[in-house]
């Protein structure tokens, strides 16, 4: 007859099988997340190639003036 696998040795396999298919699943998700950026980097690219050089004049000078008020704020 066949021998059986003594109960914690089987619970011992399942707590890693289920620690390798955690590990997967978080590399996954990383992953997506990963992707999701890069394409949301990629698309704030492609806005700012859209931009006319005086809107893109207009856009720095904002970002300056908010920083000064930022600065003087302290």
């Known amino acids: 007859m066949g021998e059986s696998i003594p109960k914690d040795e089987e619970e011992r396999d399942e ?4 620690k390798f298919i955690d590990g997967l699943e978080q590399k996954e998700r990383e992953s997506e997340e990963q992707k999701y950026a890069e ?11 859209k931009k006319t050089w005086h809107q ?3 856009d720095s000078i ?6 000064f008020k930022d ?3 302290g």
């Open 15 to 18: 707590a890693e099988i289920q």
């Open 39 to 49: 394409e949301l980097f990629k698309q704030q690219q492609q806005e700012a190639a």
């Open 56 to 58: 893109r004049l207009s």
């Open 62 to 67: 904002q970002d300056q003036w908010w920083n």
């Open 71 to 73: 600065w003087w704020k």
